[in-house]
């Protein structure tokens, strides 16, 4: 176990260099950023297993929520500290861009270096699986965090970009009891195309339309649901 720490301006960049050294040298060595005056340790104390595996991000979101309630910290402390959540993505970087075949994938750096910009912010892999399973729990997180660590879905792309909608907890259970499929325990088949009637970026617009008429978000899914259009009939079966 080590303690939790967040990274300083000089930790940051630091990442940032051996992130983007990476791209040209597979083998760089991860420089230790774990000491002054890279990284400070996070107050309150915080024990976090830095050899830790996740099956998926949804396991992730689970570990980090269980980790900061056993330490009485609340989510409003920490949850825009985004040198936090870059030094967590630091530790765990091997997951988050493992070695498959002899080579490493290295994604936009936004997938590491978390962003104090909500624009960014939702991109992060440790930031926002956090973000999403301390707002609605397993049950309705499970469109968004069922992928592996180092994997973004369109649902995080599409809904969890727009934050009036992530934080909503009516319209994130109606999206999943539109596309997630319980019996495969996967999102239903369709739900992200682009083109197939009722789709998830159709839900979008519509919901957006229905916002000049009603007040959405202080209803429930049940009434949400009803208000959309036929086309999505399909999918509420």
């Given at each position: 176990m080590i303690r939790l720490r967040e990274f300083s301006e000089q930790g940051?960049?630091?990442f940032r260099e051996y992130i983007q050294g990476l791209k040209s040298n597979l083998h760089q060595v991860r420089p230790d950023l774990n000491i002054d005056p890279y990284s400070s340790e996070f107050q309150p104390p915080v024990n976090i297993d830095e050899i830790k595996t996740f099956?998926?991000?949804?396991e992730m979101g689970k570990y980090l929520k269980e980790c900061f309630e056993g330490a009485n910290v609340?989510?409003?402390?920490?949850i825009r500290n985004h040198s936090m959540w870059s030094w967590l993505a630091y530790i765990w970087f091997d997951q988050l861009c493992p070695v498959v075949d002899g080579s490493r994938k290295v994604r936009e750096t936004a997938r590491y270096i978390c962003s104090s910009d909500?624009?960014?912010y939702y991109r992060h892999y440790v930031a926002a699986s956090?973000?999403?399973y301390s707002l609605h729990g397993e049950q309705n997180s499970r469109l968004f965090l069922y992928n592996e660590v180092n994997r973004h879905n369109d649902f995080?792309?599409?809904?969890?970009?727009?934050q009036y909608m992530i934080s909503s907890h009516p319209v994130i259970e109606a999206v999943h009891q539109l596309y997630w499929d319980k019996n495969s325990n996967c999102p239903k088949r369709g739900a992200q195309s682009r083109n197939r009637p009722g789709n998830l970026r159709r839900f979008i617009k519509v919901t957006g339309q229905l916002e000049l008429t009603y007040d959405i978000y202080t209803m429930n899914a049940s009434e949400i649901l009803q208000l959309l259009p036929q086309e999505f009939d399909e999918w509420k079966r």
């Open positions: 940051i960049e630091k099956s998926s991000r949804m609340k989510r409003d402390k920490f909500y624009t960014d956090y973000n999403i995080i792309e599409q809904i969890a970009s727009r």
